[in-house]
């Protein structure tokens, strides 16, 4: 048996072969080990292991390439009886993984002590070419465009979003709070985001959490059309879903420059040097930007955002949620994450972290998108078409209630009526008089957030204007 240094050392040139599903030579090898070994000492290590079956060759003399193997060996941690199976509070769930995501996954299911320790590598980032690298076949965006597009077609952007927008709340917000560790189930999510009712014995932070989701996927999808794919949108992402919940205020919506962060249950440290994460933040930003498939432009953001780590916290959130403006935007069904196991979705994630392969989160993202727009399909077949009119006006709705509210006003006709004529088409302030008169008798604390209005806000107008009669 190898002595425990030559079993680490081989161990480690194992580790780099597996992160070339395509073969490695030797003279990346070395680069990669970044240790006084010899070429000779290399070689022998490499016969070793393919005398293990661990590895395997192909090519010859200088084209010589190192692969990983095809079948794990004896010597390594097994897949689970079926591959692609993974627990989740309903039970197991299958997820079909190809070859390549198999791989990945057997090595971050191995125990973190035997996995190799790597910081940030930023040839990912660079070398990917927008329009030009692909992490998402040809064959496979067109099979995720079929299933996501709604039948009407021609619409503005957003429209799929919102006809869905009171159910894709609810799945969202659980879903992506779930996968943070978040206990609320989606009832409590419901009753928390319909009626403003707090779950029993919940911790606040994870309140907050859905709250955050919430107001988030609501900018999204209301101002769709102005949302772009840019720095500032990731930024104000960040701040919306971070809102009351970071150790430092001043940290929301602004990139890392004090604290490292350490990520649990991984090997892997992301950059530290503030100038590296400002350009590769914007880097991201810039490359995502330019990205014309939608679904590439997702997968994309769900790769480089947590890789990154460019925010003290909250990084797989505002990527989960960035990965939704592409698909908004293009009105095709967004992504909710209802149903991904936790396990597999970390999983996905460690391997790009550990590995920088993105074959197992591919199928993750995949799958889940599948399960999405099968759900949301048929959720959009049976809700009733929304109301063109308040669509049109809904930025004026906000203007107008919200005054009112901040400005502790009556809501009285008159009021109402001043404000429209100022924000209406002359046209339309009667119809618009009549749908804020019956939009003030449904606001209540549980739905002020359509309005931007604060709670505290509120509260203060709410005393303001209640009659005696009312107490």
């Known amino acids: 048996m190898p002595k425990p240094a030559l079993q680490a050392e081989i161990q480690r040139v194992h580790d780099i072969v597996l992160r070339y599903p395509a073969g490695i030579g030797i003279a990346r090898l070395e680069q990669e080990l970044g240790s006084p070994i010899s070429r000779r000492t290399l070689v022998r290590r490499l016969q070793m292991l393919l005398q293990a079956g661990q590895i395997r060759r192909r090519g010859e003399r200088k084209g010589t390439l190192y692969l990983p193997a095809a079948n794990a060996t004896a010597s390594q941690p097994q897949l689970a009886e079926q591959p692609g199976q993974f627990e989740s509070p ?163 919506g602004r990139l890392r420059r004090r604290r490292p962060v350490e990520i649990g249950r991984s090997v892997y440290t992301p950059p530290a040097v503030p100038q590296v994460i400002e350009e590769c933040f914007d880097s991201i930003a810039h490359k995502a930007a330019r990205i014309a498939d939608p679904f590439e432009q997702a997968f994309f953001l769900m790769v480089h955002v947590p890789y990154l780590q460019p925010f003290e916290d909250v990084n797989k959130r505002v990527s989960r949620l960035a990965a939704n403006i592409p698909l908004i935007k293009n009105d095709l069904s967004p992504l909710s994450f209802v149903d991904v196991p936790e396990t597999a979705y970390i999983s996905g994630t460690l391997g790009v972290y550990e590995l920088t392969r993105v074959e197992l989160l591919r199928d993750v993202f995949v799958w889940a998108y599948e399960r999405s727009s099968q759900r949301y399909v048929a959720v959009r077949d049976s809700v009733a078409e929304p109301d063109v009119f308040r669509m049109k006006y809904k930025a004026a709705l906000v203007d107008v209630i919200g005054g009112i509210v901040r400005d502790r006003q009556r809501p009285t006709e008159k009021e109402i009526r001043t404000r429209a004529e100022a924000v209406v088409d002359a046209r339309d302030v009667e119809k618009f008089v009549d749908l804020a008169t019956r939009e003030f008798a449904r606001l209540y604390e549980g739905n002020i957030a359509r309005y931007r209005i604060r709670p505290s806000e509120f509260w203060t107008w709410f005393r303001a204007t209640k009659s005696p009669q009312d107490a």
């Open 90 to 252: 309903d039970g197991p769930v299958e997820i079909p993984l190809t070859a390549a995501a198999r791989e990945v996954l057997q090595y971050v299911s191995r125990p973190a002590a035997t996995r190799q320790p790597i910081g940030y590598k930023r040839r990912l980032l660079d070398d990917y070419a927008p329009n030009r690298t692909a992490y998402l076949p040809d064959k496979l965006k067109a099979h995720l465009h079929k299933i996501g597009k709604p039948i009407v077609a021609d619409r503005a952007a957003g429209t799929f979003a919102r006809d869905i927008l009171s159910r894709l709340l609810i799945d969202l917000s659980w879903a992506s709070s779930r996968l943070e560790g978040n206990t609320y189930s989606r009832l409590d999510t419901q009753r928390l985001i319909e009626f403003g009712q707090v779950a029993e014995g919940k911790d606040a932070r994870e309140t907050q959490m859905i709250l955050n989701h919430k107001e988030a996927i609501e900018m999204l999808v209301e101002q769709s059309d102005e949302v772009g794919m840019s720095r500032i949108t990731l930024l104000n992402l960040h701040a919306v879903l971070s809102e009351n919940l970071m150790a430092d205020p001043e940290a929301s």
